[in-house]
């Protein structure tokens, strides 16, 4: 069976799966339940300066469902822990002690100078807590008080602050980042320069969920008003794997530990961010919308999925995706892909037809001899893969690759590699074409 032990930064853990830093993690009672079910870690409710911050008394959150009332995605307006650092520190020491394996992050979020970090610091270590996690990354509430994203927006800000914990603590520092900014390499790479020894992304995006057509204000509404808050959920995975790729794969922060956070729901989501490259990962929606034991389902079927692949350990397949994210212009142009209709499975809803016909290349029949019938024209078809994603029925419209001749370009497919940056359409490919060693076999170049 798969050993999905994990050390990270030093840091061991029976597995992956750690709470991020948010309500789950609030306190013993929570976090000791958290590890009964088989968590592997988590990153503790973040820490502030007493006297603790006071939060709204009305709704904190809002949520955007699927047709099935599937929660896709949360919005919150919470702030950093409202409970005393002492009552916190006690019952974190407590934990650590009667959980000796599991890994035990310490969220740390304080003024922007030097004194105040160098005191939680030092007493979070008494704790005999595994690492600090430096969240730069709330959206709302804290940022307006000059702590949060409006550290994590700053590059040099974010080197300062990690540079004075790793100076004056000993403990692994992580750097929580916040996707409120244009492009994450930026203050990934200030960690590093600080010193730090990994980052975790992401926190939460900044957002309003909906306007109440009622009250005219935004949800949740507190007393007739509404505030932005941080969006989080399956929906924004996309965007954290994203700035995960980014920065496995940026030359100044290649190889640098990241545990990865956004919207991990399954095993396979959390596969995912491990594939590219994360050593650990954090949940906290998944946890908040079905309890604890989910962490079960995440374990259980990544061991499976380890076991049927054949990898023994999470390092047999941790960033083996990395490689393979690339920029556009280095896409294979002549890859050619067809759609293809398996006539059993469908169940001639019409929709791939309409999305086709309408913003597509209108290459899916609707009729064909007087019949309903919904058939590829391959001499239309661009491969965009438009009508797979709308068709309801998995499985039943998949992506051919066609070799030797494109029926649609009338022109031979040559089965070389060939990119935008030789393309003849390219102006800047002439250039290059004259310095590449090889020749390179272009695809449909007229078009
Ligand atoms: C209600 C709530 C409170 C949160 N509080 C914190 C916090 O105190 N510190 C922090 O670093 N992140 C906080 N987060 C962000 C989460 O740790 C995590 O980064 C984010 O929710 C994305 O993960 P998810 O999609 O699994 O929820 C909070 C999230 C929620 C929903
Ligand atoms: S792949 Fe695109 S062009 Fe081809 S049939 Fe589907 S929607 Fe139409
Ligand atoms: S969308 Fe799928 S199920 Fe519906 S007609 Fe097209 S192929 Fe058939």
Redesign the pocket.
Known sequence: MANLATNFLGISSPNPFWL????PTDKEYNVQRAFEQGWGGV?W??LGEDPPVVNVNGP??GAIYGPDRRLLG?N?I????DRALDTNLEEIARVKRNWPDRAMIV?L?VPCEEAPWQKILALVEETGADGV?L?F??PHGMSERGMGAAVGQVPEYIEMVARWCKQHSKLPVIV?LTPNITDIRFPARAARRGGADAVSL???ISSIVSIDLDNFAPTPTIDGKGSHG?Y???A??PI?LNMVAEIARDPETIGMPMSG?????TWRDAAEFIALGCGTV???????TYGFKVVKEMSSGLSDWMDEKGYASIEDFRGRAAPNVTDWQYLNLNYVTKARIDQDKCISCGRCHIACEDTSHQAITSMLDGIRKFEVIDEECVGCNLCVDVCPVEDCITMERITGFDPRTKRPIPDTYGNWTSHPNNPMAKERRQHAAEPVVLPDAAE
Do not use: D, F, H
């Not at 919470?78 to 822990?81: H, Q, S, V």
């Open positions: 991020a830093s948010a309500p990153v409710k973040t904190r959150y949360l919150n919470e702030l950093i822990t969220s979020m996690e969240n990354g709330c929580k992401i926190n939460t941080g989080c959920g399956p924004v995975k954290a956070i956004g919207g991990i729901t954090q949940v906290c929606t998944a946890a908040m």
